[in-house]
Antibody, heavy 122, light 115 residues
Framework: EVQLVESGGGLVQPGRSLRLSCAAS????????MHWVRQAPGKGLEWVSG????????GYADSVKGRFTISRDNAKNSLYLQMNSLRAEDTALYYC???????????????WGQGTMVTVSS | QPVLTQPPSSSASPGESARLTCTLP?????????IYWYQQKPGSPPRYLLY?????????GSGVPSRFSGSKDASANTGILLISGLQSEDEADYYC?????????FGGGTKLTVL
């Protein structure tokens, strides 16, 4: 069964850092790009970042560029999101999503995890 | 970033068809982009439904019934998700998505109510 399981969310103060993880199983992880997509409470979807199969190409939304860093460890079938300088507007449910091909650009998100909640508040 | 416009809500009766629209801004030609569609039920992650570029270039998500289909209305610069033979389980939020550049844009979503 194809599965993505996120972890690492929680309550954090503004300006602090948090690292999210996503454990993948049921597919050949290093054959596909991976993405993070977030959803603020009661709001729509916002793409955060994408990474190609071999980490050779990475992209970020303007709203997180310079603060967030995506990475992956293909040996561990894992995706990560390092979030620094967190703001209240980063409060959201963060989903890990599998891409449908090697490169992250122009990709469909064909498998989604259940998400991990990040709350930024003092 | 461009904005994809989706009506906040739509409704239809079981067995009928629902036509959900996703309108692109005038400076982005719908004919040049894949339109991706996702379904999200309360408390669940989004589910990938399909993408549509043209009748000869389209794709269905794994396990997605054929009663979900995509199209475009070039005159309205709009992507369309058509759901035929509506079922109560189709009641959900539906999001469209495009890649106008090296970043994704989602529509605001349409809440579909099956009366």
């Amino acid at each position: 069964e194809v599965q993505l399981v996120e972890s690492g969310g929680g309550l954090v103060q503004p300006g602090r850092s948090l690292r999210l993880s996503c454990a993948a199983s049921g597919f050949t992880f290093d054959d596909y790009a991976m993405h993070w997509v977030r959803q603020a409470p009661g709001k729509g979807l916002e793409w955060v970042s994408g990474i190609s199969w071999n980490s050779g190409s990475i992209g970020y939304a303007d709203s997180v560029k310079g603060r967030f860093t995506i990475s992956r460890d293909n040996a561990k079938n894992s995706l990560y999101l390092q979030m620094n300088s967190l703001r209240a507007e980063d409060t959201a449910l963060y989903y890990c999503a599998k891409g449908s091909r090697y490169n992250w650009q122009g990709d469909a998100f064909d498998i989604w995890g259940q998400g991990t909640m990040v709350t930024v508040s003092s | 970033q461009p904005v994809l416009t989706q009506p906040p809500s739509s409704s239809a009766s079981p067995g009928e068809s629902a036509r959900l629209t996703c309108t692109l801004p005038s400076d982005i030609n719908v004919g040049s982009y894949n339109i991706y569609w996702y379904q999200q039920k309360p408390g669940s992650p989004p589910r990938y439904l399909l993408y549509y570029y043209s009748d000869s270039d389209k794709g269905q998500g794994s396990g997605v019934p054929s009663r979900f289909s995509g199209s475009k209305d070039a005159s309205a610069n709009t992507g369309i998700l058509l759901i035929s033979g509506l079922q109560s389980e189709d009641e959900a939020d539906y999001y469209c998505m495009i890649w106008p550049s090296n970043a994704v844009v989602f529509g605001g979503g349409t809440k579909l109510t099956v009366l």
